[in-house]
């Protein structure tokens, strides 16, 4: 069955320091990747998605996104957090036609420390 | 990109009672999903809101439960039934964009959370 781990409940960083959180996925056929944010009493907003073409994706608010298709991941990355990104971000696959039917991770909730 | 607006933006419920949750779109979209997204999980699919005809549910949502409306193309409502603590969630309505070349992507209204006593 199609599925997506993040395997990171919580990070901390400190605010200017690098991230990377983690996505593995499990689909056979090729992947339609996102990356959603959803701050504290939010909904979700997309940060970045990848479909096909540079397995380097920009996004918005400086993350970047890499898809690995031997490693089944689509990790994020920002070069140096801000206090504004600290958020519960979600990593998910569409199933069918890009984004009509999507699976999400459990999300990995990021704490920035000042 | 589209703006989603969801009424009301949280409601504290007795059990037993029922609410209906509304999602108001600011164009005309073909499909509309509804989420649940319980305390400190990941989001689920309740069903895809068809304009027209009869919700489409996942696997373990059934109509009796989580009556939907979808009477044109721009709002959706989800009522929630017979309600538990257990249904104590934030529950969002999203909307599919579709681009060019299947670059399509779901937009999410703010959500509206729900605390059943």
């Known amino acids: 069955a199609q599925s997506v781990t993040q395997p990171d409940i919580h990070i901390t960083v400190s605010e200017g320091a690098s991230l990377e959180l983690r996505c593995n996925y499990s689909?056979?056929?090729?992947?339609?990747l996102f990356w959603y944010v959803q701050s504290p009493g939010q909904g979700l907003q997309l940060l970045l998605k990848?479909?096909?073409?540079?397995?380097l994706v920009q996004g918005i608010k400086g993350f970047e996104a890499e898809f690995k298709r031997s490693q089944s991941s689509f990790n994020l990355r920002k070069p140096s957090v801000h206090w504004s990104d600290a958020a519960e971000y979600f990593c998910?696959?569409?199933?069918?036609?890009?984004?009509?039917?999507?699976?999400f991770g459990q999300g990995t909730r990021l704490t920035i420390n000042p | 990109s589209a703006v989603i607006s969801q009424k009301p933006s949280r409601d504290i419920c007795q059990r037993g009672t029922s609410l209906t949750i509304q999602c108001q779109v600011d164009?005309?979209?073909?499909?509309m999903f509804w989420y649940r997204q319980q305390p400190g999980q990941s989001l689920t699919l309740i069903a895809t809101?068809?304009?027209?005809?009869?919700?489409?549910?996942e696997s373990g949502f059934v109509i009796d439960k989580f009556p939907i409306s979808r009477p044109n193309l721009t709002f959706s409502t989800l009522t929630v039934s017979n309600m538990s603590p257990e249904d104590s969630s934030i529950y969002l309505c999203?909307?599919?964009?579709?681009?060019?070349?299947?670059?399509?992507?779901?937009?999410f209204g703010p959500g509206t959370r729900l605390t059943v006593l």
């Open positions: 999203s909307v599919l964009i579709l681009g060019t070349s299947g670059t399509n992507e779901q937009f």
């Open positions: 689909y056979g056929a090729t992947p339609y």
């Open positions: 990848y479909f096909s073409g540079d397995t």
């Open positions: 998910a696959v569409g199933l069918i036609q890009g984004a009509q039917k999507l699976v």
């Open positions: 164009s005309q979209v073909t499909m």
């Open positions: 809101a068809n304009q027209g005809s009869e919700a489409t549910y």
